[in-house]
């Protein structure tokens, strides 16, 4: 979806990367639907080879085992992705570009994961935060009281990271 949504705000080249065959296939599908031209999707662990002047990630927001390959998306058992894609992106990064992280805090509000650790990963992937965006929910579940899970969604803030190699 990330590269769906780059194409169509003029980004001419995106390269689209994933592990999953269902996911890739899927991705495939819907850029031949939508005819959309110069998106590339390709079987990789986060990074294709080389370097771009932006790398997008929106890991899973759940730091917690799945039980089944449709759960993948949701959670990302031990933040491996999230950890993955930080301490990778500076490396693929061409001189003055961005790595941009699309990621819910979601769970620091469970007390699945802190800030502290989040920022620590920044820090240790040789990124600084250059500026964050910040969205509050507008799902009806962010409403709910009668949801378990209410409070927490209601708290919730989905951000834009954006972050470049320190220097």
């Known amino acids: 979806m990330l590269a769906i949504v780059l194409a169509r705000r003029g980004v001419k080249r995106v390269v689209a990367t994933d592990l999953d065959a269902?996911?890739?296939?899927?991705?495939?599908?819907?850029?031949?639907?939508?005819?959309?031209?110069?998106?590339?999707?390709?079987?990789?662990?986060?990074?294709?080879?080389?370097?771009?002047?932006?790398?997008?990630?929106?890991?899973?927001?759940?730091?917690?085992?799945?039980?089944?390959?449709?759960?993948?998306?949701?959670?990302?058992?031990?933040?491996?992705?999230?950890?993955?894609?930080?301490?990778?992106?500076?490396?693929?990064?061409?001189?003055?570009?961005?790595a941009w992280l699309v990621l819910s805090d979601l769970a620091e509000h469970l007390g699945l994961r802190s800030r502290t650790d989040l920022e620590g990963w920044i820090d240790a992937g040789g990124l600084e935060v250059i500026a964050r965006l910040d969205v509050k929910p507008s799902h009806p579940k962010a409403d709910d009281p009668n949801d378990p899970l209410h409070a927490a969604r209601k708290a919730e803030v989905t951000s834009l990271w954006r972050l470049a190699t320190k220097g």
């Open 22 to 98: 269902r996911a890739l296939a899927s991705a495939r599908e819907n850029v031949q639907r939508l005819g959309l031209k110069g998106i590339e999707i390709i079987e990789a662990n986060l990074f294709p080879d080389g370097q771009a002047s932006l790398v997008v990630c929106n890991p899973p927001w759940v730091p917690a085992r799945p039980s089944s390959p449709l759960e993948h998306g949701i959670y990302d058992f031990e933040s491996r992705m999230l950890r993955g894609f930080l301490s990778g992106a500076a490396a693929h990064l061409l001189p003055g570009g961005e």
